[in-house]
């Protein structure tokens, strides 16, 4: 079909595309989901990330600052994974 010059295919992008997908219709279905923060989520993981590099280049140091960071505003699973490399750091 790409070589049949009477097929006129169309631009994919030449309409923007649409994401909604009607969810405000059923606000039941929503109900019992809590509101969940992706950016904030995915910023204590990278800080995470970061503390263990530090700590795998023995300058705890830069890590100490990272992870009470992350132990104060983090969630709980985040939270506790940086308090155990703080007191792991401080023995």
């Excluded at 263990?52 to 992870?67: C, F, I, P, Q, R």
């Excluded at 009470?68 to 308090?83: F, G, S, V």
């Amino acid at each position: 079909m790409k070589d049949d010059p009477l097929h006129e295919q169309a631009d994919p992008d030449a309409n923007p595309l649409n994401l909604e997908v009607g969810l405000d219709d059923y606000p039941e279905m929503l109900a019992s989901i809590a509101e969940y923060d992706v950016d904030t989520a995915g910023e204590y993981a990278s800080k995470l990330d970061l503390a263990k590099a530090y700590l795998e280049m023995n300058d705890s140091e830069g890590a100490v600052g990272l992870l009470e960071d992350i132990a104060k505003n983090a969630e709980q699973a985040l939270k506790d994974e940086a308090k155990k490399l703080l007191s792991s750091i401080k023995m």
